[in-house]
C-alpha cells in the first residue's frame, strides 16, 4: 500500500511542544520528561563504534518507478527515494526509543515562551551546507517561506497555519511566533528541512521555487548525491566533512560510504533481484511474497536472511478510502454498506496468511484509541456537535464488521442491503439503482496491479448487492496526478500512526484542506465538529487534556465511515544480506524498518 510520504516527513518529529513554564535545553519533551540528559554520548540503540565505509544497496519505493526532479517539496514531478531525509537536517531530530522526545540537531537550543506564543533556536556555529556555507537564520527563514509558498504542498500550509511568522535576532537566533498556543508547533517548526538561501541561484538570480527542478539540492544532511542513472539508480555518497558526524544525535549513523537505491518496474523483477544478490535489503508489505517466495539458494547458504522485528509503533489507519465529492458517497449509510460486503477474515485466512491484525480507527495502539461508550470529558466535547453527528457516535465506539461465527458475510449483506435501500437504493433491471435510474457503479484507482487479488473477492461481494466495482490500475504518476486532484472514487493508501497526534490531522481531515489541491484531506470530509476537535487536541497542554480530544475525534471519522479500515503488522518484515551487512543488537521500538537500517546498520569489515 501506498505510504504517504509527505506526511511520514511531518509526523517523524512528532515529539516537542510547548510547556508551562518556558524552559531552554538541548531538547525537548512533549509532557517535561526526557530520556536523555544534557550532555549524553548517543542514543542507545546505536553502536557508537561503528565503522565507517562500504556501500549499502536498495531497491525503490515499491510505488515510484522512477524521479525526474531532486526537489522534494514541490508539488509537481516524483524525487528520488531517501532522499529528503538522506540530504536535509532540521533543527531538531527525533529519537526512535521513545515517544513525546527530540533533541538539538542544527539547534543547540530551543526556548519556549511561558505564554507559549514563541518559540527562540539558537543554531550551531558549526553547522554547514554541503558548499561549506554556514547555516544561518536566514536560510531557515528562507526555507520555511520557499514551505509556506505557492509551489510546495499545501499540507505545509495547514500544519503551519498557525504560525504568525518568522524572525532573525541574529545570524545565529531565530525566533518563530505563533497566532495561539499550541502545544506542537515548535516540534513542527523544528522537524522542517532547512535548505541554503543558494538552492536555485544561478547567474546570480534565485529562480522561483518550482523552477528548482534538477538542480542539486544544497542541504546540510549527512550524504549529498554522487553518481545517477535515470530510470535505473541514484546513489548518495557520505559527506566525510559532515558537520554534525560527532554530535549526539549522530554519532553511531550515517555509516554507509554509498547509498545505492535501484529502480525495478515491478514486484517481480525486485524480488527475483533481490534473490539474485543485486541489493542488500527490502522490507516486505506483501504477506503471500513472505510466506511464499522469499526463498532460494543464497536464502540456503545463509547470504540472505528473512527476519521480522517487532515494534511497538501505532497500527496507523491503513484504509480504503472513500472520496465524498463524489455524489454517490454522500450518503453515510452507503459508505457503510460498502464496508459490510467486505469479509476481512476470509481475506486474512486466504490471502494474508493470518498474518495482519485488522485496524479499527486513527489512534489503534496508542492511549489516544477509543473504546466503548465516550467518557463524561469526550461527551463535553462532542455535545456541542449533536444535531450535527450521527446518533452512533455517541454510543459505542465502531467495531469493524465480522463474518466468523457467531457472525457471518450472508448477515452483513442483509444489513448492507437494509442501508442501501434506506439511502434509495433498489434492486432492478439487474443492477442496484437510485431514484434516477443510475447504476450503482465504482472504480477503485491503483498504481499497483497486485492490489486486484485484494480488491477482487470485495468486487464479488459487491455483486451481490447489485455493485459494480472496477480495479483501475494506472501508472504512479498518473496515479499521484489523480490523487493531487481528487479525480478517483476510491483508492487505498496507508496512513502512518502517532501517538501524538496535533495539527497534521487538519490536513488529513479538517475542512478547509478538502478544497486544497495536493491536500491530505483525500476523503473531501467536511466537518465543523471535526475542526473543532482538531483544535481542542492541538490546543491541549496536558495529556489529559489531550486524550479526550483525541478519542473523540477517532469516534467521529471512525462512525463516518469515509474510510474502510484494513489491515496491519505487529512487525516489520525484512530481508537483508548478512554477509554484508551488520546492525545493532536490536531495533528500538518506535522505529521504521528500513529507515532504520538505513541510518544505523553498517557494512561488515570484508565488505568494505
Known sequence: MMQNCR????????????????WA????????????PAGFGHFDYVNAAAPKGGELRLVSNLRVSTFDKYNPFTIKGSAPAYLSDLMFDSLLSGALDETGSGYGLLAQDVTV??????????????ARFHNGDPVLAQDVVFSFNALMGPYSSPAYKTMLDDVAGLEVLDDHTLRYRFKKPNRELPLTVGGL???????????????????????IPIGSGPYKIGSVRFGKDITYVRDPGYWAKDLAVRRGTANFDRITVKIYKDATARLEALKAGEFDLMRFFSAGDWARRVNGKRFDTGELVKKEYRHRLPTGFQSYVLNTRRELFK????????????DYEWMNRQLFYNAYQRVNGLFGNTDCAASGVPSPDELALLAPWRTQLTPAVFGPMTVPPRTDPPSSLRANLRQAQALLKAAG???????????????????FLDSNEGSARVVTPWARNLEKLGITLSFRPVDFALYQQRLQKFEFDMTSLAYGGTHNPGQEYADLFGSKAADQEDSGNMSGLKSPAVDALISHMTAAKTQAQLLPACRALERVIAHSHVLIPQWSASTH??????WRLDQPTAMPP?????????????????AL
Not at 518506535?590 to 570484508?606: F, L, N, R, S, V
Request: aromatic fraction near 14%.
Open 331 to 342: 450518503d453515510v449509510r452507503v459508505r457503510q454498506a460498502l464496508g459490510l460486503a467486505m
Open 113 to 126: 515562551a511561558p505564554d507559549g506564543l514563541s518559540a527562540t533556536f539558537t543554531l550551531r556555529q558549526e
Open 425 to 443: 437504493w433498489t434492486f432492478r433491471d439487474g443492477a442496484l439503482r437510485n431514484a434516477q435510474g443510475q447504476a450503482f457503479a465504482l472504480e
Open 25 to 36: 535545553a538541548h531538547g525537548y519533551a512533549l509532557w517535561g520528561n526526557l530520556k536523555y
Open 7 to 22: 506526511m511520514r516527513r511531518l509526523l517523524f518529529l512528532l515529539c516537542v511542544a510547548w510547556v508551562n513554564p518556558s
Open 573 to 578: 518484515r525484512m530481508v537483508f544480506n548478512n
Open 590 to 606: 518506535y522505529a521504521q524498518g528500513e529507515g532504520w537500517a538505513i541510518d544505523t546498520w553498517w557494512a561488515k569489515p570484508k
Open 193 to 215: 528541512p532547512v535548505f541554503s538561501r543558494a538552492w536555485g541561484v544561478e547567474g546570480g538570480k534565485a529562480k522561483r521555487f518550482n523552477e528548482i527542478v534538477t538542480d
